[in-house]
């Protein structure tokens, strides 16, 4: 166990829906990463946030967007779902936001969209 | 930006024979090389990781070469066991922000 929490476990869906996805990093860690796993692209980096500011982003789609609240704690947004949002949707911590820190990941959410 | 390229898609190997995982990368400016496991259905996390000031690390069955020149890595696993199956990915990320980019992954079989 990593420390790292999500929830929920599985989220099933219908196109066109829109999802909140939720992680708790480890407890005292500041930064937030989130990816997106897929069967054809594996692990996809999406965005970072250190201390309630967004630090680096990467492919993330314009329908998805996140926030880290006061608490540390992260949500990823996912909009106007598609067939291809199907994924695991896992979020990782790490201690100080360092660059090329270790990072935890949780144990992920998975997403099916109908 | 930064590209990785990771081979063989799957890999099997006997019980006890060694194992061997091959990445490139695109940015020289990459400094920055972990490689984390994935077991089925659990999350990834990370085995070994190496930086470019040096080109060898050991941790027990599993050792990461770095060769900056050709910008290429590899995971070496030797006396392969059971627990050894899984997805083996690696990333490279570089000094001037926190992504890192991975390679999509080598399903590691150990066969009885």
């Known amino acids: 166990d990593s420390g790292v929490t999500q929830t929920p476990k599985h989220l099933i869906t219908a196109t066109g829906q829109r999802v909140t996805l939720r992680c708790s990093p480890r407890s005292g860690d500041l930064s937030v990463y989130w990816y997106q796993q897929s069967l054809d692209q594996g692990l996809q980096f999406l965005i970072q946030?250190?201390?309630?500011?967004?630090?680096a982003k990467g492919n993330i789609l314009e329908r998805f967007s996140a926030q880290q609240f006061p608490d540390l704690h992260s949500e990823l947004n996912l909009s106007s779902l598609e067939l291809g949002d199907s994924a695991l949707y896992f979020c990782?911590?790490?201690?100080?936001?360092?660059?090329?820190?270790?990072?935890?990941f949780g144990p992920g959410t998975r997403l099916l969209v109908l | 930006g930064e590209n990785v390229e990771q081979h063989p898609s799957t890999l099997s190997v006997q019980e006890g024979d060694s194992a061997v995982i091959k990445c490139t990368y695109s940015?020289?400016?990459?400094?920055?090389f972990p490689w984390y496991k994935q077991e089925l259905g659990k999350r990834p996390q990370l085995i070994i990781d190496?930086?470019?000031?040096?080109g060898e690390k050991k941790d027990q069955r599993i050792a990461v070469t770095l060769n900056k020149t050709a910008k290429h890595f590899s995971l070496h696993i030797t006396e392969t066991q059971p627990e050894d199956s899984a997805v083996y990915f690696c990333a490279a990320s570089m000094d001037r922000d926190d992504k890192i980019i991975f390679g999509k992954g080598t399903r590691l079989h150990i066969l009885p």
């Open positions: 940015d020289s400016a990459s400094n920055y």
């Open positions: 946030y250190y201390n309630g500011e967004e630090r």
């Open positions: 190496i930086r470019s000031n040096v």
């Open positions: 990782a911590s790490s201690p100080s936001g360092v660059h090329q820190e270790t990072q935890y």
